[in-house]
């Protein structure tokens, strides 16, 4: 079907008016986002993925680090107010950003116009800009939440701190105390048992309490070690370990594999007593809850760093449900380690095993 000059004419002009019509949107639109981003309690900023010079900033960057908006636009003005600790790792996730283009997340510090540490949450990701490609960037404020963070961490290790101050006086009570005592009373019965060798009934009865006397000493011992490793104190990570994987094996007839390699002597107190822990409760947990009688674990030092595995190949456990339950063994062993500044990963599945590997530094 041929088309008409005038049925032409009018499709242009549909088509010029159609295009009026979104430009004229869009110049609406413009303001209207703009007052959308002056609302945000955030930094909304873009940049060149090439050099990373700032091309837009919203206004809340000069409310929250003080910088007026024209410092912003100046060549490594990011780079150069990033805290040292934090600058590489921001600048990887930009170069990820503009390289793959996904959402990319992260918590770092800048340096205010004042000094101050402010902690922000970032999530960048690149945009195609005509020819070129654009960072588009949100920074929130968390500085209070950090600094909550960083309170209850405190407060946490002054409590586990307090803990074992309690577990080392408990523990020397009952060695110097009840464990003397019922010595003595194991020594008391068992001499009266010779004086009634004649009354065979009795001195049997005498030798039955001086054995079940003997038993709760050993008990009461055992008990002292868990509250206080006093191995641990004199004779170090390793031995105390080893000894842990011994007294376990012998005490529910466990088959406990301790392998270990570059362990550093000394270790700080804090970090030994933080993985001692960990390995005690979670080769309990093994024992206890695993359906088998045997488990594995590694202990290693690599670059500074110390490294606690303790695995099995028993029934596991959903690990998400299980720490949305809060279970004080789980929760106790998150807590303490990271109150010691490490880190903690729990890997398990039902009927797959359980994996429990921390990361501290020596």
């Known amino acids: 079907m041929l088309t008409t000059p005038m049925a032409s004419s009018t499709k242009v002009q549909e088509n010029r008016a159609s295009f009026l019509q979104q430009k004229s949107a869009a110049r609406q639109t413009q ?6 981003v002056r609302l945000l309690d955030a930094i909304v900023w873009s940049a060149d993925t090439a050099t990373l010079q700032v091309t837009y900033v919203s206004e809340r960057a000069q409310l929250i680090l003080g910088y007026p908006l024209s410092q912003w636009r100046q060549p490594d003005f990011q780079e150069t107010h990033l805290h040292p600790e934090d600058r590489l790792k921001v600048l990887a996730c930009y170069r990820d950003a503009s390289r793959d283009g996904e959402n990319h997340r992260l918590d770092y510090r800048m340096t205010a116009a004042d000094g101050r540490e402010v902690w922000f949450h970032g999530c960048v990701h690149a945009i195609n800009v005509g020819a070129r490609k654009e960072l588009i960037g949100v920074m929130v404020d968390i500085t209070d939440r950090k600094a909550a963070e960083a309170c209850l961490i405190e407060m946490t290790g ?3 701190r307090a803990q074992e101050e309690e577990r080392s006086r408990i523990a020397r009570e009952l060695h110097d105390d009840f464990n003397q005592r019922l010595a003595l009373l194991a020594i ?7 004086t009634l060798e004649s009354e065979s009934g009795v001195a049997a009865q005498v030798s039955d309490l001086y054995h079940m006397t003997q038993e709760i000493a050993s008990d009461v011992h055992r008990l002292s070690h868990r509250l206080h490793p006093a191995k641990l104190q004199h004779l170090g990570l390793v031995p ?5 994987c011994r ?4 005490l529910y007839g466990a088959q406990i594999t301790f392998v270990h390699r570059n362990v550093p002597n000394p270790i700080s107190q804090e970090s030994a007593l933080c993985l001692f822990r960990v390995a005690q409760e979670a080769l309990s947990n093994t024992i206890k809850h695993s359906g088998v009688k045997n488990g ?4 290693f030092a690599d670059g500074g760093v110390l490294h606690l595995c303790v695995s099995d190949s028993g029934a596991g456990f959903d690990a998400q449900a299980v720490s949305l339950k809060g279970r004080l063994g789980l929760t106790s062993m998150q807590e303490r380690v990271r109150a010691a500044g490490g880190t903690i990963s729990v890997e398990s599945r039902p009927s797959t095993g359980t994996r429990i590997s921390v990361h501290l530094a020596a």
């Open 247 to 250: 007294e376990l094996s012998e």
């Open 158 to 160: 002054r409590l586990i």
């Open 296 to 299: 594995t674990l590694e202990l």
């Open 188 to 194: 008391g019965l068992q001499r009266l048992g010779h």
């Open 31 to 36: 303001p209207h986002n703009q007052d959308l």
């Open 240 to 244: 105390a370990i080893k000894g842990l």
